[in-house]
């Protein structure tokens, strides 16, 4: 089995894993009521979605 020869520093193992993170939700604001909401979702806040009302709003 192979072993390493020498310690790996901590910053060689975190360059190494710089790419293993969590990335943020595309949010974007509504323009309708200009609430965030996910991006090609209905919206949650008003129901509207590409300009048509697809479920009732909750008020």
Same mark, same amino acid.
């Given at each position: 089995? #192979? =072993? @390493?020869? &020498?310690?790996?520093?901590?910053? /060689? /193992?975190? &360059? *190494? *894993?710089? $790419?293993? &993170?969590?990335?943020?939700?595309?949010? =974007?604001?509504? @323009? /309708?009521? $200009?609430?965030? &909401?996910? #991006? $090609? *979702? =209905?919206?949650?806040?008003? %129901? +509207? +979605?590409? %300009? *048509?009302?697809?479920? #009732? #709003?909750?008020?």
């Amino acid at each position: 089995m #192979a =072993v @390493p020869k &020498k310690k790996t520093s901590k910053s /060689r /193992r975190d &360059k *190494r *894993r710089t $790419h293993q &993170k969590l990335t943020l939700p595309g949010m =974007v604001e509504c @323009p /309708r009521c $200009h609430e965030p &909401k996910l #991006a $090609h *979702r =209905v919206c949650p806040n008003c %129901g +509207y +979605y590409k %300009g *048509r009302q697809v479920i #009732a #709003a909750e008020e």
